[in-house]
């Protein structure tokens, strides 16, 4: 990307952070190669120290699963789901190190948390493996990331209120895949009123700033490119705000196997809840 497309595309608070070049090469090239190579290993290998089998749980395997795949397309599938977060992740984030951080437990710690849940709460002879887990947590941290985000930027007002309207919003979107009751529909949308309520002033400060940019900033954007960015990045972005029905499905049986939804759900909870606890540790530092 060139400097000056650059420079534009940080007038709107994207890429604002002093992303280092090793930073690109280990999320975006590094990462993805790694994954591919794995895959490609021999099937006695992956059987014998990748592929977790939860009856059968060896030290190994507990990690190693969380980055092995099952097939082409369930590799592809996670390829695509992770480039496209981390891409949002790199416009939308405001503290590198934060980032840097967060990532390490999704890579190091999460693995174990995963395969211990899927060892302690499913007593199946299944395989598991896949890099879903950490997708999962990604996607919670890319939430947070955006509240973040719109806190430094456009309205530093909001709390963790805009945290929780997310979060039950996803919840009230997964009760459809869930076939839930219609008391569980009454409780979370009355949490959804609530938090919705609580973030009238993010929705004003919202509003005033399409208003503004609809109306006068517009005409200084010097880049039909630059609205098309813009556009995308928000779209794609709606979609993964509430993308926890896309991790659990309401079919778990597909082509590639069992959705091992217990897995995204643990990959969720802690990619919210270990950025919630690095913020306030952040706080008493």
Known sequence: MSIGLKEEISKFHFLNVNWKD??????????????????????????????????EPKIETLFLSNYIHSSYSHLMKNLV?????????????????FFIISFLLFSFVLPFIVSFSMVYFIDLPF??????GIISALVAYLMFAFYRYCKKYYCP????????????????LVLFNLKASIFMYLGISILLLVTAYANRPFFDCISLKLHSFCGSGIKHVSSSFILIYIAL????????????????????????????????????????????MLEQANKII
């Open 233 to 276: 990045i928000y779209l794609i972005l709606v979609y993964f705000l509430i993308g926890l029905p896309l991790l659990i499905p309401e079919n778990i049986v597909n082509e590639t196997g069992i959705v091992n939804s217990l897995g995204h759900y643990t990959g969720y909870i802690f990619g919210l809840m270990s950025a919630l």
């Open 157 to 172: 007002k909001i709390g963790h209120e805009f945290v929780y309207f997310l979060i039950f919003l996803n919840l009230f």
């Open 81 to 97: 789901f992770y480039l496209v977060l981390m891409f949002l992740i790199i416009n939308f984030e405001t503290d590198r190190n």
């Open 127 to 132: 395989p598991v493996q896949g890099y879903s």
């Open 22 to 55: 090793l930073d690109i090469f280990l999320l975006f090239l590094f990462i993805p190669s790694l994954l591919l190579m794995l895959f490609f290993l021999p099937d006695y290998m992956k059987l014998d120290h990748f592929i977790l089998f939860p009856l």
